[in-house]
C-alpha cells in the first residue's frame, strides 16, 4: 500500500459489508467459550433460552443483551443481581466498542472483530484510498480491507516501514468514516519533546507548569467528533501510556494540573513502524494498551513488496508535478522499477522530482559542478530546465548493452545508488542523519550504502 501526498477528488463510498463481531469469555468458569455475533439480538445468562449459556452462580438467568446492528453492538443490563460493568464502571446500557471487557458476576467477556486480514473480501474496484495508489490484485485487496475499517467505529492501529504511508491511511480512514466531517488532528509523538508530551495529548490547567499561562485543551478534547492520529505511537513514553489506556477504554481524560475528567468523543488511529509486540516482550510498551490498540489493525507492505505499481506511481508524482508521463525515459523507468527501495514511496517520490527537475544526467552532472561544497543548494542548468519541458529522445545506447541482463541490471542499480547518495550528500551539507530523514531511510541503512560506494568520509 503505497502513499502520495496528493489531492484527489472525492471517491464514491461504496457500503462496506457489515461487520463481524465475536463475543469471547476470557475468565470465569466458562473461559474459552464463544459466540459468533450477526445482525440481531443475543441474550446472555444461565437460563437455556439464552443463546450464550453459561454457568457462574453469580451469573442472572437472563443477565445481558447484545443487540448487533451491521456496524455497532450495544449491551443492555436486563435487571441482573450483580449488575453487569464495562472497564470497571456498572451500565444499564452502552455501545460496546471492539476490545471492550464487560464483567458480569465473576465472568469476563470481550467483544472482538472478526480478522479483517484474513477476511474473504471481494477485491475493490478503485486505485486509490485516499491518498494511497495501487492497482495490483494486493493493493486492491487491502483498499476493501481499508474500506471495512473506515466504515466500522473502532479505534485502529496501522502498522508499515517509514515512507509506505501510514499519515495518508489514517487520513483516508478519517475522510470515508462516519466522523469524515468533524477535525483530523496529528500528533507525531515522536517529534515532540517528552516533557511536552503530556500536555499535547492531555491538555493542562493555567499555573499547572512554569509557563501554563492560561487553560488548554489537548488533542483528545480538539478532535471532538473526529479523530486523533497518533503518529508513531511506539515512541510515547511508558510513564504515559496508562493514561493513554484510559482514554481508549474509557472515552476520558484529565488536563495536566486539573481534577475533574472530561468525556471526549473521539476514534482513534494510531501508527508505528515499531515492532511493538517484541516492544512489549521488551519491556517497553504496556501489554494492555497494545492490545487495546491492536484490535483492528492493518499493515502497508513495503514497496520492495509492490514492484508492480512502481509505474503508477511515478505517473502519479508526475501529474501531480503537471508533467506527461513521457517526461521519464523507458530506460529510467526500466531502472526506478528495478530499485528495492528502501525508503519505500517517500524516496521514489523524492527521486521522481529530482530527476524531472534537474534532468536524466543531472545528478551526475552536479557531481562535478563547482558549486558542490559550496554550502549552496544547487541550481538546475538552463539546458536540463528546457530538456524537461517536453519529451526526451531515447538514449542511443544502453548502459552495458553487451552483458547480461543481471548484470546490465545490476549495473544500473550501483549508478543510480552512487549518483543518488552524492546528490543526497551534497542537499545535506554532508549530514547524515539529515540525509536519512530525507531519503525516508534508516540511518544504519543509509551509513551502509554511504561504505558501500566509498563514500563515507
Known amino acids: 500500500m503505497q502513499g502520495l501526498g496528493l489531492e484527489t477528488s472525492p471517491l464514491t463510498r461504496a457500503r462496506a459489508p457489515h461487520l463481524q463481531f465475536r463475543v469471547l469469555v476470557v475468565s470465569g468458569p466458562d473461559s474459552g467459550r464463544g459466540l459468533a455475533l450477526d445482525c440481531g439480538r443475543y441474550e446472555v445468562g444461565t437460563a437455556s433460552s439464552c443463546q450464550l449459556v453459561l454457568s457462574d452462580r453469580t451469573i442472572s438467568r437472563r443477565h445481558l443483551a447484545l443487540e448487533v446492528s451491521e456496524e455497532r453492538v450495544r449491551a443492555l ?42 477476511a474473504s473480501l471481494p477485491l475493490s474496484t478503485r486505485e486509490r484510498f485516499g491518498g494511497l495508489v495501487g492497482r495490483s490484485q494486493s493493493m486492491r485487496g487491502l483498499f476493501a480491507v481499508l474500506e471495512r475499517l473506515a466504515a466500522s467505529h473502532g479505534d485502529v492501529l496501522i502498522q508499515g516501514e517509514t515512507g509506505t504511508g501510514k499519515e495518508l491511511c489514517a487520513e483516508a480512514i478519517h475522510a470515508e468514516s462516519p466522523r469524515g466531517k468533524g477535525p483530523f ?103 494492555d494498551l497494545f492490545h487495546r490498540l491492536a484490535v483492528l489493525r492493518v499493515a502497508l507492505p513495503p514497496l520492495r513488496e509492490q514492484s508492480e505499481d512502481v509505474p503508477l506511481l511515478i505517473d502519479t508524482v508526475l501529474a501531480r508535478m503537471g508533467h506527461p508521463p513521457s517526461a521519464l525515459s523507458d530506460q529510467t523507468r526500466a531502472l526506478l522499477g528495478q530499485y528495492p527501495w528502501p525508503g519505500n514511496v517517500r524516496e521514489l517520490r523524492n527521486m521522481v522530482e529530482q530527476v524531472v527537475s534537474l534532468g536524466e544526467d543531472a545528478l551526475r552532472q552536479l557531481d562535478a559542478s563547482p558549486e558542490r561544497g559550496s554550502g549552496r543548494p544547487h541550481t538546475p542548468p538552463r ?36 549518483d543518488y547518495l552524492k546528490s543526497l550528500l551534497a542537499r545535506c551539507e554532508g549530514n547524515q542523519s539529515r540525509a536519512a530523514r530525507e531519503a525516508g531511510i534508516d540511518r544504519v541503512y543509509l551509513r551502509r550504502l554511504l561504505l558501500k560506494h566509498g563514500l563515507d568520509e
Open 77 to 118: 443490563d436486563l435487571g441482573s443481581r450483580n449488575g453487569s460493568y464495562c472497564e470497571g464502571m456498572r451500565f444499564s446500557e452502552l455501545e460496546v466498542r471492539p476490545g471492550a471487557l464487560l464483567t458480569l458476576g465473576t465472568t469476563e467477556l470481550k467483544l472482538v472483530l472478526a480478522d479483517t486480514r484474513e
Open 185 to 287: 488532528v496529528i500528533v507525531d509523538l515522536a517529534g515532540i519533546a517528552p516533557s511536552l508530551i503530556e500536555s499535547e495529548l492531555f491538555g493542562h490547567v493555567k499555573g499547572a507548569f512554569t509557563g501554563a499561562h492560561g487553560d488548554r485543551a489537548g488533542v483528545f478534547e480538539q478532535a471532538r467528533g473526529g479523530t486523533v492520529f497518533l503518529d508513531e505511537v511506539g515512541e510515547l513514553p511508558l510513564e504515559l501510556q496508562p493514561r493513554l489506556l484510559r482514554v481508549l477504554e474509557r472515552r476520558q481524560v484529565k488536563r495536566v494540573g486539573g481534577n475533574d475528567y472530561r468525556g471526549v468523543d473521539v476514534r482513534v488511529v494510531a501508527a508505528t513502524h515499531v515492532d511493538l509486540e517484541a516492544a512489549v516482550e521488551a519491556g517497553r510498551f504496556r501489554r
Open 383 to 418: 539546458e536540463v530546465a528546457r530538456e524537461v519541458a517536453g519529451p526526451r529522445p531515447p538514449r542511443s545506447e544502453p548502459p552495458g548493452p553487451a552483458l547480461p541482463f543481471k548484470e546490465a541490471k545490476e549495473q544500473l542499480i550501483e549508478g543510480f545508488e552512487r
